[in-house]
């Protein structure tokens, strides 16, 4: 009789990754970097930025923020851990160029606004401006299914659907 009255909450087990920022989606192996291009660090998509606004792919957790804003890492609802890397070589711009609107710890939903980036200044002083989105923790996904889109906008557009 109470049986959905106390349902227990059921665990998230399949999400979707809108695009973290606008521009033109690369597929991972022709990142200029093995790190990414050789998925050592987990599989993905990469985006060629046109704007310098990173927002939130998911609901979830912010875990990391690296010193430099360079790079955000996420826990999404489905326990998917999802990093965001701003760049190519970027982590020797020091900060110069980036703002973090968001903190360890932090709550987000999909879209939130996260970091913004100088542009100009990532293209003249690193080697690429393109961003690497990766499920780092790949092995405990039971699927990643990268969409098959050429040209996204940031909040709105699926990339990838990851399934636990």
């Known amino acids: 009789m109470f049986g959905k009255l106390f349902k227990k909450n059921e665990e998230v087990t399949d999400i979707t990754l809108v695009a973290p920022v606008s521009g033109e989606v690369v597929a991972l192996e022709e990142v200029p970097d093995p790190v990414f291009s050789e998925k050592m660090m987990g599989d993905g998509i990469a985006i060629k930025p046109t704007s310098g606004e990173i927002v939130s792919p998911v609901n979830g957790k912010i875990v990391q923020l690296i010193p430099t804003k360079h790079a955000i890492g996420i826990h999404a609802e489905n326990g998917a851990e999802i990093l965001i890397h701003i760049g190519l070589e970027t982590v020797s711009l020091d900060g110069e160029g980036f703002t973090a609107y968001v903190g360890e710890g932090d709550q987000v939903k999909k879209g939130d606004k996260l970091i913004h980036f100088e542009m100009d200044i990532v293209r003249e002083k690193a ?19 990268v969409k098959t889109i050429q040209q996204v906008i940031a909040g709105q557009d699926v990339i990838l659907h990851v399934s636990k």
């Open 127 to 145: 080697k690429s401006t393109v961003t690497p989105i990766i499920i780092t923790n790949t092995g405990d996904m039971r699927k990643i299914d």
